[in-house]
T-cell receptor, first 112, second 111 residues
Framework: AQSVSQHNHHVILSEAASLELGCNYS??????LFWYVQYPGQHLQLLLK??????LVKGIKGFEAEFIKSKFSFNLRKPSVQWSDTAEYFC??????????FGKGTSLLVTP | DSGVTQTPKHLITATGQRVTLRCSPR?????VYWYQQSLDQGLQFLIH???????AKGNILERFSAQQFPDLHSELNLSSLELGDSALYFC??????????FGPGTRLTVT
């Protein structure tokens, strides 16, 4: 069965700390990989995406993610978080043209 | 602003009732997806339309239905509502095969 697993459900960091959120997926065939962010009370916004090519992708707001095919992983990173990064982060996977399969999300709280 | 619009933002209704949620995709996007977000189930795919035709169904109940109109806007119809249907309902649009952009959602509360 296709699935997406996010390892950390709740993360608390101090400002300027580094962030890494884990995401593993189980999918057959070609996949597209995404990280979405949901700020409190807002809709899902696309942080970054991987379709093909360079496995290290850079997104908005200083986020990046690395696709490691052998590990079926697509971890999200940011070298130095800010209070404004407090949000829910969702990893998602799909076969091109199909619906997104989301992980359960990671709630990030950044303290001043 | 993603360019995807959804109305209404909030909806409060009673059990047994029927509601219609509306979504307008980004200009040029032919695909519309509907998702349900709840605390216990997370984000679940409901249904996908492409250029007016149903393409795929996910965890959509028989009490729920959707359609996409010639102007590409979509409506999600929820009937015989139950307390457990209370959730955020998002639609997303995309150029076929590309990333999906989400609307602001409709928060449905069933009392």
């Amino acid at each position: 069965a296709q699935s997406v697993s996010q390892h950390n459900h709740h993360v608390i960091l101090s400002e300027a700390a580094s962030l890494e959120l884990g995401c593993n997926y189980s999918y057959g065939g070609t996949v597209n990989l995404f990280w979405y962010v949901q700020y409190p009370g807002q809709h899902l916004q696309l942080l970054l995406k991987y379709f093909s090519g360079d496995p290290l992708v850079k997104g908005i707001k200083g986020f990046e993610a690395e696709f490691i095919k052998s590990k079926f992983s697509f971890n999200l990173r940011k070298p130095s978080v800010q209070w404004s990064d407090t949000a829910e982060y969702f990893c998602a996977v799909n076969a091109p043209g199909y619906a997104l399969n989301f992980g359960k999300g990671t709630s990030l709280l950044v303290t001043p | 602003d993603s360019g995807v619009t959804q109305t209404p933002k909030h909806l409060i209704t009673a059990t047994g009732q029927r509601v219609t949620l509306r979504c307008s995709p980004r200009s040029g996007d032919l695909s519309v997806y509907w998702y349900q977000q709840s605390l216990d189930q997370g984000l679940q795919f409901l249904i996908h339309y492409y250029n007016g035709e149903e393409r795929a169904k996910g965890n959509i109940l028989e009490r729920f239905s959707a359609q996409q109109f010639p102007d590409l806007h979509s409506e999600l119809n929820l009937s015989s509502l139950e307390l457990g249907d209370s959730a955020l309902y998002f639609c997303a649009s995309s150029v076929h095969g590309s990333e999906q952009y989400f609307g602001p959602g409709t928060r449905l509360t069933v009392t």
